[in-house]
């Protein structure tokens, strides 16, 4: 399967700060998304990065908290806006690269906001 | 919508030995798949193993296999041969079959595996 480099690995925000995580895959993928995993817990969807359009968002989750981009098959960045402690969690990004495919996942990121 | 529950939130076996953890799912769904998880403490999400629903041979790859009974809705996850690499959380995840690729993962709460000299 396919190799997403995700960064950065980890980092330590303020509260009220931004923060862009960049997914670059080494071979065109169909599909791309972005998790959220709080500590110990499972992986909750975020979003369906989709190339040239909107990003699909899960229930819960909105674009101006969490702005997706997807410029082409091999590259995703997920922002996290106006940050609180709250959204200190691990944010992993995952692709597939056809139907009915296993997904692959980048290293994820570690989050914590102060 | 599918759920996925894995009952076990920790176990540990000893190092050689062989421990099954467990995944029941709930879906009206005929067609879909089936996949097991591990995420060591390097966060990393690697695939163990997958199961496609029309199949009735159970996956295996190498030391892991899996028990697959459809009617029950059940998938567990055999580990032979443990080893201490093998520390990690292990997260059951299921796939509806939807056809062009917007299918989404709906995943377990995993198992803390532990894997003692």
């Known amino acids: 399967s396919a190799v997403i480099s995700q960064k950065p690995s980890r980092d330590i925000c303020q509260r009220g700060t931004s923060l862009t995580i960049q997914c670059q895959v080494d071979s065109q993928v169909t599909m791309m998304f972005w998790y959220r995993q709080q500590p110990g817990q499972s992986l909750t969807l975020i979003a369906t990065a989709n190339q040239g359009s909107e990003a699909t968002y899960e229930s819960g989750f909105v674009i101006d908290k969490f702005p997706i981009s997807r410029p082409n098959l091999t590259f995703s960045t997920l922002t996290v806006s106006n940050m609180s402690p709250e959204d200190s969690s691990i944010y992993l990004c995952?692709?597939?690269?056809?139907?009915?495919?296993?997904?692959?996942f980048g290293q994820g990121t570690r989050l914590t906001v102060v | 919508a599918q759920t996925v529950t894995q009952s076990q939130p920790e176990m540990s076996v000893q190092e050689a030995e062989t421990v099954t953890l467990s995944c029941t799912y709930d879906t009206s769904e005929n067609n879909y798949y089936l996949f097991w998880y591990k995420q060591p403490p390097s966060r990393q999400m690697i695939l163990v193993i997958r199961?496609?629903?029309?199949?009735?041979q159970n996956a295996t790859e190498n030391r892991f296999s899996v028990n697959f009974q459809k009617a029950a809705k059940s998938f567990s996850l055999k580990i032979s041969d443990s080893q201490l690499g093998d520390t990690a959380m292990y997260f059951c995840a299921f796939m509806k079959q939807l056809g062009g690729g917007s299918e989404k993962l709906v995943f377990g709460k995993g198992t803390k595996l532990t894997v003692n000299p």
């Open positions: 199961q496609e629903a029309y199949k009735q």
């Open positions: 995952s692709g597939r690269q056809g139907a009915y495919t296993e997904a692959f």
